[in-house]
C-alpha cells in the first residue's frame, strides 16, 4: 500500500526532528524534508542536517538557500522603509518566518504534495505565519502540526525520541538560538519576564572589539552596494560582511518587546548590527536626499508595511502597492554614510552625495539664502499663517463680546 507523501518543514532542532519520527514512524506518512537556508547554514552544517534527517527515516532530504531571495523579496524594502518595530526590532525572524514558509509551499507544488507539516507550538506567532501562506499558495492544503495539535512539552518530546532509538543530545540549552541574515534571536529565563536584561554570556557574540574603527557603506538606489572599498556583486554579500565586521563591537543587541499575533506580550532578544547599521545610514542619507513629505509619507506606509509583514500578511496586495512607492523613492538615494564604531555604540558621522539637498549653492542655513529676498519672506509668513490668524481673530472676539 502506497504511503501519502507529506513535506516537512525542517531545521534539524527538537520540534522538527520529533515531527520527522512521528510522521514516519506513527502516522506512517512518506517524509519530505526541506530546510530553507535564511543564512543560519554553514555547507557543513548542511551536511549534517542532511545526514541526521535520513537516519530519521524520511524519504527525502532538500536545502534550499534562499538568501538573495529573502533580500530581494523582503529585507530590500526593510531598509528602503528603514522599518525597526518599536523603533529597534528589525524583524529578524518574523520576516525570515514569511519567506520559509513561502518556499516551503513552492517546494511541496514542485513535487505535487498537498499536504505539509512544521514544528510550530501552539503559543507563538510562527503558528500563524505558515498556516496562513500555505493556505494562500495552496488552498486545499491539509496542516499538520505535531506539536501543537498534541500539545507536547520538551520533555515529552525527549522521550519519544529516546524511545524510539534516536541518540541526538537534546540536553535543554540555556538560551535558544535563532540565526539568519537579518539578525540572530535569543530567547531565555530572562526574556519570559519584564524585567531581566539578558547576561553577557548569553550574546552568541561575545565583545572582542576594544578600539573604534571607521567604516563607509556605500548605497545606490538605496542599496547597500560597499564597504569601505569592498564592493560587492548583491547586497547579501555586503550584509554579512558587515556583520563580521561590526558583530564583535556588540552594537544592535536588544530586546524588543511587542505584541504578537494572537495578542499577547512578548519579549526576545537580537543582535543585529548589520541591519541596524544598514537602516541608521540608509534613513540619514534620506534625511539628505529626500524631500520633507516624501519621508513624512515613507514613515506612514513603512510602519504599516513592517507590521503587517510581522504578522504574516506579505501576501496582500497592498504589500506590492507599498513597494512600487518604496522603489521609487529610491532614485536619489545614492551616495555615502561615514560611521564610527565603538564598543556597545556608533556614531553616525555625515553624509556625501551628488543628490545632497543641504547644497550651500541655495545659501547657508541660520546666515544666509540666495533664493528670496527679506520681503519675500514676510509675504509668504502672513500668506502661511493666514488661516491660524484668522481663527485667533475671530475667537478672540466671540470671548470679548461673550464677556
Not at 564583535?248 to 526576545?268: C, E, S
Request: aromatic letters at 10%; one cysteine or more; proline letters at 2%.
Amino acid at each position: 500500500m502506497q504511503k501519502e507523501k507529506i513535506v516537512l518543514a525542517y531545521s534539524g532542532g527538537l520540534d522538527t526532528t520529533y515531527c520527522a519520527v512521528y510522521l514516519s514512524k506513527i502516522k506512517k506518512y512518506e517524509v519530505h524534508a526541506v530546510t530553507i537556508n535564511t543564512g543560519a547554514f554553514s555547507e557543513n552544517e548542511i551536511l549534517e542536517l542532511e545526514q541526521k534527517a535520513k537516519q530519521l527515516g524520511v524519504a527525502s532530504y532538500k536545502c534550499i538557500d534562499v538568501r538573495e531571495a529573502y533580500y530581494n523579496e523582503s529585507i530590500k524594502y526593510l531598509v528602503f522603509g528603514n522599518v525597526l518595530k518599536n523603533g529597534v526590532y528589525p524583524l529578524s525572524v518574523s520576516a525570515e518566518r514569511v519567506i520559509q514558509a513561502q518556499s516551503v509551499a513552492k517546494y511541496a507544488l514542485s513535487l505535487g504534495i498537498k499536504t505539509l507539516a512544521h514544528g510550530s507550538t501552539g503559543a507563538g506567532n510562527d503558528q500563524v505565519r505558515f498556516d496562513m501562506i500555505f493556505n494562500h499558495l495552496i488552498p486545499d492544503v491539509t496542516i499538520i502540526t505535531p506539536i501543537r495539535d498534541n500539545k507536547l512539552s520538551r520533555e515529552t518530546e525527549i522521550e519519544f525520541l529516546k524511545s524510539h532509538g534516536v541518540e541526538f543530545n537534546f540536553v535543554k540549552a540555556k538560551y535558544s538560538i535563532n540565526k539568519g541574515i537579518w539578525g540572530t534571536s535569543v530567547g531565555g529565563k530572562e526574556t519570559l519576564n519584564s524585567q531581566e536584561n539578558l547576561p553577557e554570556e548569553a550574546w552568541p557574540t561575545q565583545v572582542t572589539e576594544k578600539e573604534s574603527k571607521e567604516v563607509t557603506l556605500g548605497f545606490k538606489n538605496g542599496e547597500l552596494i560597499s564597504v569601505n572599498n569592498e564592493t560587492f556583486v548583491h547586497p547579501v554579500q555586503a550584509i554579512e560582511y558587515l556583520q563580521e565586521l561590526a558583530q564583535p563591537f556588540g552594537i544592535g543587541r536588544h530586546i524588543h518587546v511587542g505584541d504578537t499575533i494572537i495578542g499577547i506580550k512578548g519579549r526576545v532578544g537580537f543582535e543585529a548590527a548589520a541591519p541596524e547599521l544598514i537602516i541608521k545610514a540608509h534613513h540619514l542619507l534620506e534625511k539628505h536626499t529626500l524631500t520633507k513629505w516624501q519621508l513624512f509619507w515613507k514613515e506612514q506606509l513603512s510602519s504599516w508595511y513592517g507590521n503587517w509583514l510581522h504578522e504574516g500578511q506579505m501576501l496582500d496586495p497592498t504589500m506590492r502597492d507599498i513597494e512600487v512607492f518604496l522603489n521609487n523613492t529610491q532614485k536619489t538615494v545614492t551616495g555615502e554614510v561615514y560611521i564610527t564604531l565603538l564598543p556597545y555604540r556608533y556614531v553616525l558621522n555625515g553624509i556625501k552625495s551628488n543628490h545632497d539637498l543641504m547644497s550651500d549653492a541655495f545659501g547657508s542655513y541660520g546666515e544666509m539664502n540666495n533664493s528670496w529676498s527679506g520681503e519675500d519672506v514676510k509675504g509668504f509668513t502672513k500668506i502661511f499663517g493666514n488661516q491660524t490668524s484668522i481663527y485667533h481673530k475671530v475667537n478672540q472676539t466671540v470671548q470679548h463680546e461673550q464677556n
